[in-house]
Nanobody, 117 residues
């Protein structure tokens, strides 16, 4: 299966921005699969954040719509999540994944995003 490695998290003040990256190990898979970002806050269940299809169409959870942007770069085998106007409730570990990996229960280590003053 394709391996995914998330990066780009950190500590940011409310109202700030971060860009998360998720690098895939296999271009052949990356180019044809749907890619998604999820997040899991402490004590909460993992929740879906955004999806980008292999054709570039996107979808977002209501909680992030208008603030987050998902995109993919086929040349770099990377999917991004640009996060603007961050709020304290965006604090979570963020994960990227594909439907196939999810079906097998495979998740990466994620990247921590902390929004705090």
């Amino acid at each position: 299966q394709v391996q995914l490695v998330e990066s780009g998290g950190g500590l940011v003040q409310p109202g700030g921005s971060l860009r998360l990256s998720c690098a895939a190990s296999e271009r052949s898979i990356f180019s044809i699969t749907v890619l998604k970002w999820y997040r899991q806050a402490p004590g909460m269940q993992r929740e879906w954040v955004a999806t980008v299809s292999n054709t570039g169409s996107t979808d977002y959870a209501d909680s992030v719509k208008g603030r987050f942007t998902i995109s993919r770069d086929g040349a770099k085998n990377t999917v991004y999540l640009q996060m603007n106007v961050l709020k304290s409730e965006d604090t979570a570990v963020y994960y990227c994944n594909t439907p196939l990996r999810e079906a097998y229960g495979n998740w990466g280590q994620g990247t921590q995003v902390t929004v705090s003053s």
